[in-house]
């Protein structure tokens, strides 16, 4: 049997057990991504003000932070896929309770859901990376990290036809019963992937900390994933208002715009993860990601509005394609440098700072709009993207031999 937490290489005949368990965390990463947008999309049905929905998101990150920071040391325990049905149970549990249409449900549904994203990524590091040899590994982590696209696609398309056809909370009750099957896939899964293995010692805070700053490397992937963080959100929720309010496009245009970032983000994933197992060269690839979403965003902040329709379009794939692309990449990049025992753990304390990124965007965008404008706030983000390429650059430099 394969188990997902052990440190040996991967044998070319244990290679085909890749695909079952790459599907199912794709299919894991996707059933996150419905059930955080959920409450956004049936909003309009379900009469979710702006500022539950606010509440909703900062509920989900406050949870998903620690619960990613922590969350290694259970992944080593009960292993990868037992994880990811706990993911799936949450999702359960946040849904029957956003169900019940009240500003304290929601809050606590949001609660659940930050319990299901968190551990999801670190979860999938720690098995996948067991599965792939090194020269694949950045493609098939690009492949995994789909999930969110692939959920955010199906919820858009899918859930306000059912809050139309029969209600919000019947969007709800679908978010659930896929929930429920996932637990069923993971659980049938599971005992071709663990086997019996010690779990490692306990860690500390001081010693999931020293995971990242101890190799220069891996803390400078952290401190980059926070402005690429920033960035990606702040892309994903209010590219539509700058576009109306400072891009003169309609809001059916701005909407195209975002569908073509979108669009971007999927070709982004599996290409970005294709160039870097093609080139071997995954911080390279990482440097001129974070150096085309800093030209976009400083481009369209700056001079958005004279470029056209076609141009704004073109510029709004691009942007996505960076953006939303990097993700990864990023997550394989983790996988290689991480002491080979401790991927999950070590995942697990470097998202922590992605999600600080995710936190912090909003009010820095809403501080910024308020004091000057959207197409202000999207330069400062370039300008942040462009530090955590530096960092990114620095951090590689005299350590390919590390």
Request: proline share 4%; glycine share 10%.
């Amino acid at each position: 049997m394969v188990d997902g937490n052990t440190a040996a290489r991967p044998a070319p005949a244990l290679l085909p057990a890749l695909l079952p368990a790459l599907g199912a965390m794709t299919a894991l990463q996707a059933l996150v991504a419905l059930a955080l947008f959920a409450p956004g999309v049936v909003a309009p049905r379900a009469h979710i003000e702006v500022w539950q929905l606010s509440m909703f998101s900062a509920a989900v990150f406050a949870v998903g932070i620690p619960a990613s920071f922590w969350g290694g040391g259970f992944i080593a325990r009960l292993g990868s896929l037992r994880i990811a049905s706990l993911c799936a149970a949450a999702i359960v549990v946040g849904m029957a309770l956003a169900s019940l249409g009240t500003s304290a449900a929601l809050l606590a549904a949001g609660l659940c859901v930050g319990l299901a994203m968190g551990p999801e990524t670190p979860a999938s590091a720690a098995l996948l990376a067991r599965l792939v040899t090194a020269e694949r590994r950045a493609f098939v982590f690009s492949v995994r990290q789909t999930g969110n696209q692939i959920g955010a696609v199906c919820g858009s398309l899918a859930l306000p036809a059912i809050a139309i056809a029969f209600g919000p909370v019947w969007c709800y009750a679908a978010v659930a019963a896929l929930a429920l099957l996932a637990i069923a896939l993971f659980e049938r899964l599971r005992p071709a992937y663990a086997g019996k293995v010690a779990p490692p010692p306990k860690l500390d805070l001081r010693a999931r900390v020293a995971l990242v700053i101890a190799d220069r490397r891996i803390a400078m992937l952290a401190l980059a994933s926070m402005p690429f963080s920033a960035m990606q959100v702040s892309l994903n929720t209010v590219f539509v208002t700058l576009g109306t309010r400072e891009l003169g496009l309609s809001h059916i245009e701005s909407g195209m715009a975002l569908a073509c970032a979108q669009a971007g983000g999927l070709i982004g994933r599996l290409g970005w993860g294709y160039v870097a197992m093609r080139l071997d060269a995954s911080r390279a690839v990482l440097v001129v990601i974070g150096l085309g979403m800093a030209f976009c965003a400083a481009l369209l902040g700056l001079n958005g509005a004279s470029l056209g329709r076609s141009g704004q379009f073109i510029i709004a794939a691009l942007f996505g394609l960076t953006a939303s692309g990097w993700n990864g990449v990023f997550v394989a990049e983790i996988a290689r440098l991480a002491p080979q025992d401790r991927i999950g753990e070590t995942t697990g304390a470097v998202l922590t700072a992605s999600y600080a990124g995710l936190l912090a965007a909003p009010a820095l965008v809403s501080i910024l709009d308020g004091v000057a404008s959207l197409g202000v706030a999207f330069f400062a983000l370039a300008c942040l993207a462009l530090g955590g390429t530096l960092a990114l650059i620095w951090g590689g430099h005299d350590n390919a031999d590390k």
